[in-house]
């Protein structure tokens, strides 16, 4: 009795497979048949994403009437930081804006935690939204990128990992720029410049997406334009910096904030970076050089002058001589102000201005 059950418990086993082999084949037009794998157990959601050793990111982004960009760039943000499975935090400083963005942002903070704002009073520029962003982020590796969506947040799990590799600062190189001919060819020509005067060769000094290590942020102040030559002034201290290639996209709402003053505001900006990277410190260098260049001119022409005067030639109709005295006198004052700079650069020095990278005392 018992081995007839078995049989017809086989007979209906061995139907069921046929049944579900012949479901199989008649569906087989729709559906893929899966590869059979061992599994040593369920797997991750994480699995495969991408790593990175910082325990906690934060986000600053600077912005300016930038209201119908900044919910598409929450949105963004979520996805691009989600595979990282690290916490993050979203800074966002509104350097004075005249539209709704205050309200849009303010919005999106109540409905996500991870998100943060700052809004100034009135419009202080880039640098100053920068340099407070920085003193409020709390993560161990900070990010900066626009917020009018040509800057992809999805970039950032590349310049985190060039920050793994042991660099302090990993700028993004706009390859492909989508940007107005002029705003585009000037920028060129200041990386070409700003290449040429620093020796930093990076194509892109001025792209908003960046990566940086805490302690690089902790030790630069940004004021007035600065923030086109940070890495620059990371160079300076004594930090490593690189670049990777980023994606650009074309602007979406509203217009760029370029405008023909910022060209002429450059070269001042980098007369005043390459003083502050090289002769800050040892200011003499500087107008020593000039002076020393000066005092030359100055004596050349009027020694020159003099031999002429001994040779019995009159100097009272010779401009030349006024020339040589006024390069003198310059050249004295030159001398004079390198060693007021030192004078204080000596009584204000402090341990404070110098970067331990590492230490066992």
């Known amino acids: 009795m018992s081995e007839q059950n078995e049989n017809k418990t086989d007979n209906s086993q061995g139907e069921g497979i046929n049944k579900s082999s012949s479901t199989w084949r008649k569906s087989r037009k729709r559906f893929y048949p899966r590869k059979t794998f061992i599994s040593s157990g369920p797997k991750s959601q994480t699995e495969g994403a991408p790593k990175t050793s910082f325990k906690k990111i934060s986000l600053v982004i600077p912005l300016y009437n930038e209201e119908e960009s900044l919910v598409p760039l929450a949105n ?58 920085f003193k409020a982020a709390s993560g161990d590796a900070v990010i900066t990128l626009d917020a009018d969506l040509q800057d992809d947040p999805h970039e950032i799990p590349n310049l985190l990992k060039k920050l793994d590799e042991g660099f ?88 760029t904030k370029f405008g023909i003053s910022r060209f002429f505001k450059g070269f001042i900006d980098l007369i005043t970076v390459m003083f502050a990277t090289r ?67 000596h009584n204000t020095e402090s341990e404070r201005e110098y970067i331990i990278k590492d230490q066992n005392v």
Not at 205 to 230: D, P, Q, S, T
Request: proline fraction near 4%; include cysteine.
């Open 279 to 345: 002769y800050i410190k040892r200011p003499m260098h500087f107008f020593g050089f000039f002076g020393a260049l000066s005092f030359l001119i100055g004596f050349i022409v009027n020694a020159y002058l003099t031999f002429e005067w001994i040779s019995g030639r009159p100097l009272s109709n010779r401009p030349m001589l006024f020339l040589g005295m006024l390069m003198i006198i310059v050249g004295v004052q030159f001398f004079s102000v390198g060693l007021l700079g030192e004078m204080i650069v």
């Open 76 to 133: 963004e943000i979520r996805k691009a930081l989600k595979p990282l499975n690290t916490q993050y935090e979203v800074i966002l400083v509104d350097d004075g804006s005249t539209d709704n963005s205050l309200n849009v942002m303010k919005e999106i903070v109540r409905t996500d935690k991870r998100f943060k704002f700052i809004s100034f009073r009135k419009n202080y520029g880039k640098s100053a939204a920068l340099q407070i962003g």
């Open 168 to 255: 302090d600062l990993c700028s993004g190189w706009k390859k492909q720029r989508f940007d107005p001919f002029i705003k585009k060819y000037s920028s060129r020509f200041f990386n070409f410049v700003t290449r040429l005067m620093s020796g930093i060769k990076l194509h892109d000094f001025n792209c908003g997406l960046k990566a940086y290590r805490k302690e690089v942020v902790e030790n630069i102040r940004v004021y007035g334009e600065l923030h086109r030559y940070m890495p620059v002034l990371a160079n300076w201290q004594g930090f490593s910096v690189t670049e990777i290639p980023v994606k650009h996209h074309p602007r979406r709402y509203g217009k």
